[in-house]
Structure formats: structure tokens, C-alpha cells
């Protein structure tokens, strides 16, 4: 028999398309001889639906959305994920549909409530297994964290299951292809089973989703794998109740998945959104280099607009590298010269800032003022600002509330300076589009004289490293010192992080790809006293 593996792109609250992207998904894997078809987890409403599942009208749509489906599904049988509501509880379900009417209902034993999740704040576990033949095979459903657990699989293995089934709506990070693989491996083995591992695609708000659905046989090898980062319907061959290897691969390094991640993040953010089209203040720098990449690749040219911004402090070779790149991407480009505008607001306040010319409020008015430009051509166009800040700026603070941190999305928000270059790199390596001297010149956000960035951050590879130790991995100050770093580096880097709270808490959204992103699963309070 034939399994498909639907990895889809399912929009939250799109009922109607989702419902017929699965419709069509399910016949073309029927004509390709499929007679089972696994779809995501909550593939009707879209994942994570958050608080949408708090309004009775959403899992009622949901409900009768369900219903339509079945009804047009009389041939294979289909996984479809939705949200039930019963007895007033709602639970994260599976409806096994057959025949043209809903077969049965599977219901999520194990609800996450750590980093981006929140299940439990919305869903009641269930309690009981769900097997259903096929083509003379018993197929056991557990769905997404179930399979993290080791009781779901068991039970479905006690329950009479020859085969596992596991839809998802698991989210990338730079770590999660191999845990993956890692426990899947392991609950096949355990149980002696076969698993078929189910994965969304796509971006939801700062998450996203790579696919990488898999088979793997009862040993815990991997014998199928689809591509990453691809809506696709792949189709697993199966004899008996043991797959046919079919292998491929997933390239094992870190910056082609990032890079298609964040890809993946900008196109559906902005697809999704109905934006028409982007606006990037184009530095010269490295980070706004990597952005424009970005939504390059994500929107293509024409969806892209490039503006220059330059100052008194704006190096010659800054205005000639945007100029370069522009010209690279084939990117609308303007320069607008803020130069006047500065020396203006500088004559307007002088008598109410005295003596405060060279200091911080006056690098600050320049990031503000190149920050209303972009929102003026913003609200002009409707296009969405794409702000360019990078995660080791934001952890310590280097960064200018509404001046260059105005905007509507930030790609890079959750990538470090290092995996910056790295990014850079490895996109070049497809072709060039970043010069040379944007990689290796030192980083400057050129808001005064001669000004480099390690004049006031420590150097970029010792500040990743505090940072990721501190905010992804929880290290204290006294560990990370034990780690070889100096102490009055990371008492330094710890107050910032610390101390720059509330600027996050008004930055744009941004993509995650690390284990621990600002965002959902970065919730310290502004105000406390607390200190390590």
C-alpha cells in the first residue's frame, strides 16, 4: 500500500482554503495510488490558532468546515487535524475520515507548555488510543508531543497499532531536525514499529515550520525523507506493515535551513498580511546586505525597495556598496540624504538639549529620523518595513527605539551577529550579492565620527557567545565566567541584556530559528529587581 505525507502550508483561520488544500491534496495522492493520507496537526484551522480558539464562532466554523471535507472524501482515508469541542472541553484532535463521515477521533494525550507552546491554556488531554485498518494494516495516531512521551506510543502498540502515524506542527529551530530524528528513532524502537512523521510547512507570525517529514522503519532508521521547506505530497510505499526505503537526504548544515527559514518567514508574513510589497533602509552594513538578500529571494525584485539614508557620518564606501547592491538585486533604489533634516532638528532643540551635541540623543535623532522616513514611505505605499537589527544587538540594547527598530517584521531578530557573516557566506556561495568589503569591514552603525561597533559592545564573538549562553541555555553569570569569558565582560553584558527589556517588548516580530527567540518563549518582566 501507499502512504501519502501531505506537507502542507495551512494559513491560521483559513478555513475554506485550508479544507480545499486538503481536498486536493488527498485526491492527487488518490490518483498517485495512495489509501491513506496523514495531513498536519490542526491542519483544518492552521497552527498554532492561539487565542482564536477561545471564540466559540472559530471551533464552531471549524466543525462544520470538518463535515464538508468528510463528506467530499469517499475514497482513501484521511488524517485531518482540527480542533473538537465536546462537552464544552476542547481538545487537539485527529479525525480518521472514510467513507464520506468521520470514522473516529483521535485526541492529543500530551499538551506542551514550555518555549512557544501553550496548549494547555487552550486544550483538555485525552486518555485513549486510536487504531484503524487500512488495506488490512492497524495504524496507531499519536499527534506531535505524544511522540516525545513514551506512553502514547505504547498504548497505541498495546492497543493492536502496526504502524505509527504522527502528524505535526512542529516549529524550526536550528537544533530540531536531528531531536527529531533522535526521538522518533528511539520510540520505533522502542515499540518495535514503523513510524510515519508528518510535519507543516510554512510561516505563522515569528514561527516557522520546515517540513522535513520522514518514514522510519522499526529499527529507527530513517529509509524515506522529504524535502525541507516544501509544500509537497510525498508517498511512502509500504509491504505489510514495513516501508520500502526510499532515502534522501537533509543537508546536515545549519545556514541553508536558517537561510530557508527566514526566507520562508518574509514571503508568508508578507503574503499572508496582504502587504504589497517591502521597504529596507540599505546601509552599506552587513545586516541590511543580508536583509535585502533576504526579501529578494523571499518577494522577488520587484516586491523590494531599497533607500539609502546617508549622513555626515555615512562612510563614501557605504553609499557606493548599497548603490552596488541594489544594482546586484535589480531593486527599486532612492537615496534620501537626512543630513538637513539633522542639522534642522539639531538647530530646533539646541536651547532645550545644550551641550549634549556628540552624545547618544544625537545618534539616536539620526536613527529616528531615517526611521520616519520609512514609516512616511510606508504609510504612502502601504508597503511593510522590513527592520534589519540582528539578535546580539537586540540582547544588549544597540538599538534605537523608533528609529531603527521602526518597522513591521525583523528577519534577522533572531540571529546572532556571527550567523550573520555565516548567512552571508553561504548565500554568496549561490551567487554573489553581498561585496566583499560589506563581509570584512568592521561594523559600524555610523552615527558619529570613526565609530565602530566594538567601541561600545564587546567584540561580536565573545558578546554571541555570553548572550547565547545567558538567554538560550539559562547559564548564570558565574558559569559563563567558569566557561573562560571575563567577569566584568559578562557583568556587563548580563546588566544589558537585563536592562534592555522594555525595548524588546516593543520590537517588531522577527523569524525564530533558535531554541530560544525573543518572543514567545522570552517572557522576563520589564520592571524587577532581581539580579544573578
Known sequence: MHIALAQLNQRVGDLTANAAGILAAVRGAERAGASLVVTPELSLCGYPPEDLLLRPAFTQACERELVALACALKGSVALVGFPERAGGLCYNAMAVIRDGR???????????????????????????????????????????EDVWHP????????????????????????????????????????????????????????????????????SGEVVQQVPAWRETVALARFDGDVPRPVRGELDARIEPHVYEGLCMGVHDYVANNGFPDVV???????????????????????????VMMPSEYTAPMSIED??????????????????????????????????????STQQNLQARLRGMILMALSNHSG??????????????????????????????????????????????????????????????AELADHQRDDDTLPPYPALDAIAEAYIEHNRSAHEIVAMGHAAEVVARVVHLVRASEHKRRQAP?????????????????ITSAWKD
Not at 552594513?285 to 520587484?302: M, Y
Not at 537626512?338 to 538639549?353: D, G, K, M, N, W
Not at 516580530?509 to 518582566?525: E, Q
Open 509 to 525: 516580530p522577527g523569524v525564530r530559528v533558535t531554541p530560544r527567540a525573543f518572543g514567545k518563549d522570552w517572557r522576563y518582566p
Open 151 to 218: 506512553e502514547p506510543a505504547r498504548e497505541a502498540r498495546v492497543a493492536g497499532a502496526q504502524v505509527l502515524i504522527v502528524p505535526n506542527g512542529s516549529p524550526f529551530h536550528t537544533a530540531q531536525q536531528a531531536l527529531r530524528r533522535e526521538i522518533v528513532g528511539s520510540r520505533a524502537r522502542d515499540n518495535a514499529l514503523s513510524i510515519v512523521y508528518v510535519n507543516r510547512v510554512g510561516g505563522q507570525d515569528e514561527l516557522v515550520f520546515d517540513g522535513a517529514s520522514f518514514v522510519c522503519d522499526a
Open 383 to 444: 508597503a511593510l518595513v522590513l527592520t534589519t537589527g540582528n539578535k546580539s544587538e537586540m540582547a544588549v540594547g544597540y538599538a534605537t527605539l523608533y528609529g531603527d527598530m521602526a518597522g513591521g517584521f525583523a528577519p534577522l531578530k533572531d540571529v546572532r551577529k556571527g550567523l550573520v557573516y555565516r548567512l552571508a557566506e553561504y548565500r554568496n556561495s549561490l551567487g554573489r550579492v553581498i561585496p566583499e568589503r560589506v563581509i570584512v569591514r568592521a561594523p559600524s
Open 322 to 359: 548599497a548603490r552596488t547592491m541594489a544594482d546586484i538585486h535589480g531593486v527599486a533604489y532612492e537615496e534620501i540624504d537626512i543630513a538637513p533634516l539633522f542639522a534642522a532638528v539639531r538647530t530646533h532643540l539646541a536651547s532645550h538639549l545644550p551641550g549634549n551635541d556628540a552624545g
Open 280 to 306: 529596507i533602509g540599505l546601509s552599506g552594513g552587513i545586516d541590511s546586505a543580508l536583509t535585502l538578500a533576504l526579501a529578494v529571494d523571499a518577494l522577488g525584485a520587484s516586491r523590494v525597495r531599497a
Open 102 to 144: 468521520v470514522a473516529q477521533v483521535y485526541r492529543k494525550h500530551r499538551l506542551p507548555n514550555y518555549t512557544v507552546f501553550d496548549e494547555e491554556r487552550y486544550f483538555i488531554p485525552g486518555d485513549a488510543p486510536c487504531v484503524f485498518e487500512v488495506d488490512g494494516t492497524r495504524f496507531g495516531c499519536i499527534v506531535c
